[in-house]
Nanobody, 123 residues
Framework: QVQLVESGGGLVQAGGSLRLSCAVSGRAFSTLTMGWFRQAPGKEREFVATISGSGSVTYFTDSVKGRFTISRDNAFNTVYLQMNSLKPEDTAVYYC????????????????WGQGTQVTVSS
């Protein structure tokens, strides 16, 4: 069983930064494609970023390109989402997810999900 636990969410002013972490257990981390998704109240879950097992391939949704960075440390079974220049529209619950598939941007392709961590950006 793969378990994922997010941390690092909080309240930040617009223009500020946060780093989210996702600790993964239960399976060899380097074999998993990892992703970050977010969901704001009343909205559908939205793809944010994904990273391949080796860390060599990444993709971002257009709205966060140039501001967010996804990375992973396979020695510590952890994936990160560095969020800079945060905007109020980034406010959401952020979810870490894991997939057995090659890098994917579809939520339905992810097999395991964390509990989510709240990110609130004030204007």
């Amino acid at each position: 069983q793969v378990q994922l636990v997010e941390s690092g969410g909080g309240l930040v002013q617009a223009g500020g930064s946060l780093r989210l972490s996702c600790a993964v257990s239960g399976r060899a981390f380097s074999t998993l494609t990892m992703g970050w998704f977010r969901q704001a109240p009343g909205k559908e879950r939205e793809f944010v970023a994904t990273i391949s097992g080796s860390g060599s391939v990444t993709y971002f949704t257009d709205s966060v390109k140039g501001r967010f960075t996804i990375s992973r440390d396979n020695a510590f079974n952890t994936v990160y989402l560095q969020m800079n220049s945060l905007k109020p529209e980034d406010t959401a619950v952020y979810y870490c997810a894991a997939s057995y598939y090659v890098v994917s941007r579809g939520a339905y392709e992810y097999h395991y999900w964390g509990q989510g961590t709240q990110v609130t950006v004030s204007s």
